[in-house]
């Protein structure tokens, strides 16, 4: 199994900047694609953005497509999420999460087996 552990939230003015890290341990991290999920109050966990094993491929929900971008660093066992031009709208807790090694990027939280336990991101207006 893999442990992950999320950092890099916090609170921001809209049009603002957060990297957000997901360390993982336990095993390498190539074994997985990864993922970021978020959910707002009241909300669904809804995906974001997801990268496959070595990074060939990336996918992203409508609403970030342009502003966040999803990379991961084999090496240092560790996923990003750069998230630019920040709205109040992408206020929520986020995760990050691991699926199985696959050249296909799935986006039903279902598909995950391990998550993290979240950082919250907060855009004010």
């Known amino acids: 199994q893999v442990q992950l552990v999320e950092s890099g939230g916090g609170l921001v003015q809209a049009g603002g900047s957060l990297r957000l890290s997901c360390a993982a341990s336990g095993r390498t991290l190539s074994t997985y694609n990864m993922g970021w999920f978020r959910q707002a109050p009241g909300k669904e966990r809804e995906f974001v953005a997801a990268?496959?094993?070595?990074?060939?491929?990336?996918d992203y929900v409508d609403s970030v497509k342009g502003r966040f971008t999803i990379s991961r660093d084999n090496a240092k066992n560790e996923v990003y999420l750069q998230m630019n031009s920040l709205k109040p709208e992408d206020t929520a807790a986020y995760y990050c999460?691991?699926?199985?090694?696959?050249?296909?990027?799935?986006?039903?939280?279902?598909?995950?087996?391990?998550w993290g336990q979240g950082t919250q991101v907060t855009v004010s207006s």
């Open positions: 990268i496959t094993f070595g990074g060939a491929s990336t």
């Open positions: 999460a691991a699926d199985r090694r696959n050249y296909r990027i799935r986006k039903q939280v279902s598909a995950y087996d391990y």
